[in-house]
C-alpha cells in the first residue's frame, strides 16, 4: 500500500472571514453583477479610511491600478521610469505599457527595496546631465511587506520634481512610521491577488492626493466613455473596473485586515525562533522604521553556513508536497528586458541567489508550519552528518 501523500502545502492562499459570503449574497440577491454597486462604494470609502482619507478607486488588478497612476503623471513612448530591479514583473510591464522605459535600480540590504543613495546618486547625476534626462517617475516597491525608506527617497525626487509612485501591491498592512504606505507619495497602488494579504480573487486600488485624479483614472478604468446618452469617446479608455461582486469580497476581506497582518508576522517570527539554533539562515531583515507584515516568510541561506544550497531546501520540501519558492528573479537578468538600463544590481543578484520564500498563509496550522519547520531543520541535519562522515578517516 503506497504512503498516503500529505496534502499540498501552499506558498500563499486565500482566507476568508465572517462577512464576505454575506456581501457576496447581497450582490447577487439584489442583482449588482457588474461594476457598479453599493459594494463598490462601500469598499472603496472602506478603505480610504485606511490610507488616512485619500479618494480611492477600485479596479480589475493592482496592474491595471499601476498603469493608470503611471498615465496620471505623463508617462508615455521614450519616457525613462526608475523601478525597482528586485519586484515581480508587473512593477516593470506596466512602464513597457506605455512605450517607456524601465531603468532599474538595486537594493539595500536593510530592507531590500530601492537603495535611497543609488536612486539619489542617479538623480543628481541626471540633473547635471551625465547620462540623460531626468526620469518621468520613480516606481518605488514595498517587498513582501516591507516598506521601503520612504523619506530620503521622496526627499530626493522632490528636489528635481520628479513624481513618486507606491507600488504596495504586496503591502496591505505596512506601516511606514505608523502609516499606511501607498498614501505618501502622490500616487499609491495595491493588489488583491489571490495570493495576497487580504484579496478579492483578483483586483486593486489606486489611492491618490489628488481628487481629480482619482476621478480620471476612474473614467479611464470604464473604457472612457463621455458623459450623455450616446456611446462616445474622445480619450482611450480601458476595462479595469473591479465588479460589485468581487467589492463584497474585498469588504469583508478588510474588516480583518489586522488579523490576518497578525498571522503573517506570527507565521515568519516561529520560522525564525525555529531555526534560530541553525547557522546560515536568517529572516529577511526587518526594518526599524515600520511594520513588515511578512506577507511572505523570506529567508536567506548562506549555503556555506548552513551546509546545503537554497535549492536543495526547495528541492526537499517539494518532496514532501509543500511549496516554497526563490525571491523573484531581478528584473535586469530577465530576457523581456535584456536591453533595459540599471543602476548595479549586486544585491539584488545576491538575494535572488540566496532567498527563499516559505510557506506564509494567515490560515496556517501549526500542524502545518511544523511541517515546514521539520524538512528544513533535516536537510541542515543531513547536510551536517554528511559533513562529520567525510571527516571521519576511513579504517585500514
Avoid at 64 to 72: S, T
Avoid at 147 to 175: F, H, K, N, Q, W
Avoid at 250 to 277: C, I, K, P, S
Amino acid at each position: 500500500m503506497r504512503d498516503l501523500v500529505p496534502p499540498r502545502l501552499h506558498l500563499s492562499v486565500p482566507h476568508m472571514g465572517l462577512n464576505e459570503e454575506r456581501y457576496v449574497r447581497d450582490a447577487f440577491a439584489t442583482n449588482w453583477l457588474s461594476t457598479v454597486g453599493p459594494n463598490l462604494e462601500m469598499f472603496e470609502r472602506a478603505f480610504s479610511e485606511k490610507v488616512g482619507g485619500l479618494p480611492s478607486v477600485a479596479l480589475a488588478s493592482g496592474t491595471a491600478a499601476l498603469h493608470l497612476a503611471l498615465r496620471l503623471v505623463g508617462v508615455g513612448p521614450g519616457d525613462d521610469v526608475l523601478t525597482p530591479t528586485l519586484s515581480f514583473v508587473a512593477s516593470a510591464n506596466a512602464v513597457s505599457y506605455l512605450g517607456a522605459r524601465n531603468v532599474f535600480v538595486d537594493s539595500d540590504r536593510a530592507s531590500w527595496n530601492m537603495d535611497p543613495a543609488l536612486l539619489a546618486e542617479e538623480l543628481e547625476r541626471r540633473a547635471a546631465g551625465k547620462g540623460g534626462k531626468l526620469p518621468k517617475a520613480v516606481v518605488v516597491v514595498h517587498l513582501y511587506g516591507q516598506s521601503a525608506d520612504l523619506d530620503p527617497i521622496l526627499a530626493s525626487c522632490a528636489r528635481y520634481g520628479v513624481p513618486v509612485i507606491e507600488d504596495a501591491a504586496e503591502a496591505m498592512g505596512t506601516l511606514y512610521k505608523d502609516k499606511q504606505v501607498g498614501q505618501l507619495a502622490e500616487l499609491g497602488i495595491f493588489s488583491f491577488n489571490g495570493n495576497k494579504i487580504i484579496t478579492t480573487s483578483g483586483g486593486g486600488m489606486l489611492v491618490g492626493h489628488d481628487l481629480a485624479r482619482i476621478q480620471k483614472a476612474r473614467f479611464w478604468a470604464q473604457q472612457a466613455r463621455d458623459p450623455g446618452v450616446a456611446y462616445e469617446h474622445t480619450e482611450m479608455g480601458y476595462n479595469y473596473r473591479m465588479s460589485n461582486v468581487l467589492a463584497g469580497v474585498g469588504r469583508g476581506q478588510l474588516e480583518v485586515l489586522e488579523d490576518r497582518v497578525e498571522a503573517r508576522r506570527a507565521v515568519a517570527f516561529r520560522y525564525r525562533d525555529a531555526f534560530a539554533d541553525l547557522p546560515g539562515i536568517m529572516l529577511m531583515p526587518q526594518a526599524p522604521y515600520g511594520r513588515h507584515t511578512n506577507w511572505l516568510s523570506v529567508f536567506m541561506v548562506e549555503e556555506r553556513a548552513f551546509g546545503a544550497k537554497r535549492d536543495d531546501i526547495i528541492a526537499a520540501l517539494d518532496r514532501e508536497n509543500i511549496e516554497a519558492r526563490p525571491v523573484w528573479k531581478p528584473m535586469h537578468l530577465q530576457p523581456l528586458f535584456a536591453d533595459a538600463s540599471r543602476v548595479e544590481g549586486a544585491v539584488a543578484e545576491d538575494l535572488f541567489r540566496h532567498g527563499i520564500c516559505l510557506p506564509s498563509s494567515s490560515s496556517m496550522s501549526r500542524e502545518d508550519q511544523d511541517r515546514v519547520i521539520s524538512v528544513v531543520r533535516d536537510v541542515a541535519r543531513s547536510r551536517a552528518s554528511s559533513r562529520i562522515d567525510e571527516s571521519v578517516p576511513c579504517a585500514t
